[in-house]
């Protein structure tokens, strides 16, 4: 193996009452893909914001091309030739892909920027991309999730990037993005360009992957692990410290009531059309698909959030037309972006738990913010919710303890359907395996559920009955034990060919 560029020893940072990294140790080298693997709350979210100068660590040592380093802010990381993406991408919608690819180091002369040497300058970054298609001057905004994270790695290689870190870049990908962002990843390391990949999917790290890093605890509990062919349970092991057999709770015969949930007929323009569903009280059902296929829109239209063009949703025999008649019925849902849509992360946990039963705890015109706390604390015990503090802030909490505390406010409103919208983005194997028994719960107390994923396993380990939807279409239905992950592909992406490719 060749010297690596950058070498991680011993490194440690703490904050008021935690130690986020204990003594990690990471070696990466040139022109590879170096995979990071850990829970949420492992200390991944730490680390990279070590390397792009948002924290300083303090303790270990860092060196970068052979250099003791420690960048003090993140353009300082920059002009080192360290560049981070971050799932939450930080663009401009509102500027032009060049002008966010220059951000922050603007090319200008006698004062003035130089846009036309700037735009020339992204269109050859967007040819070495593999996207010379794309104009220059199109604002942020007007762009699709991939073609964001294209704009972020512009920026990246505007500073001359030796090393990129990728932090689930492919999130909020359709399976045809990840296979281009996965082109792109190996024209830069083929360049020598150096990547670190962090992802929850071990699929995909299977697939780019050269070398992976674990770490658990703020502890790196494995490293330089070969990416094809480490086993699974050895990963999963290293990252949970227990083997993880079943990950899914065994399925049970059920005796289903008459449907709680009735869609007839559910339609909004361009995005889907003529939907229909049912879900019995304890029944879980599925909905897979394609990104873009029409799946969330679905769920938030159910929901009330979107006005529908024609159809029915029906909630125990009535109607509904909003989210307010929703909730008031016993509907409740965890959507697709839960820091954005779902949380407010500056407020504590309890007030977040009690958002949708508010009422229940006025007092003559006041809130009864004891009562509050105890109702929101007894939920987070039957979730299991760590650390077991519903004072702290939502921003504070790993992505898994994020959800639960969504689906907490659900439990708390005496919900009778629950909507979930990939439940387990961006959460890891253990965390998810704990979702995984919540959703089962649920349902074994009589609750509806009805949930959207993009991944196939997911639903079919989930879900009692599975619907197939495609190009805003429900075009098949199935109990979940009569498919396998092959077929309910195979429905999901026929008819799929990008315009333009040969069928």
Known sequence: MTDPVLRLTDVVKTFPGVRALDGVQLEVTAGEVHCLLGQNG???STLIKVLAGVHHADGGEITWQGEPFAPATPQAAMRAGIATIYQELDLVDDLSIAENAFLGHEESRFGFLRRTSTASRTREILARLGHPEIPARQL??????????IVSMAR???????LIVMDEPSAVLAHDEVENLFRIIRELTAQGIAVIYISHRLAEIREIGDRVTVLKDGRTTAANLPARTTPTRELVGKMTGRSIEYVFPPRTAKDLADPILVVEGLTRAGEFADASLTVAPG????IAG????GRSELLETIFGARPADAGT?????????????????????????????????????????TLASFAGFARGGFTAAKDERAAALRTADSLELRPRDVDRPARTLSGGNQQKV????????KTRLLLLDEPTRGVDVGARAELYQVIHGLAADGVGVLLVSSEVPEVLGLADRVLVMREGHLIHEAPADELDEDTVLDLVMAGSLLEGEPA
Do not use: C, F
């Open 290 to 293: 394609l990104v873009g296929s």
């Open 406 to 413: 969504v689906v907490g406010r659900w439990l708390l409103g």
């Open 283 to 286: 029944e879980i059902v599925g």
């Open 140 to 149: 942020v905004r007007t762009l699709p999730a991939a073609g964001k994270q």
């Open 42 to 44: 492992a200390g991944k």
């Open 313 to 353: 949703v029906t909630l125990d025999g009535h109607r509904i037309t909003g989210v307010g008649a929703a909730v008031s019925r016993g509907m409740g849902m965890a959507p697709e972006e839960r820091k954005s849509q779902a949380l407010l992360l500056d407020e504590p946990v309890y007030k977040n738990m």
């Open 156 to 162: 990246a290689l505007s500073h001359d990037a030796k």
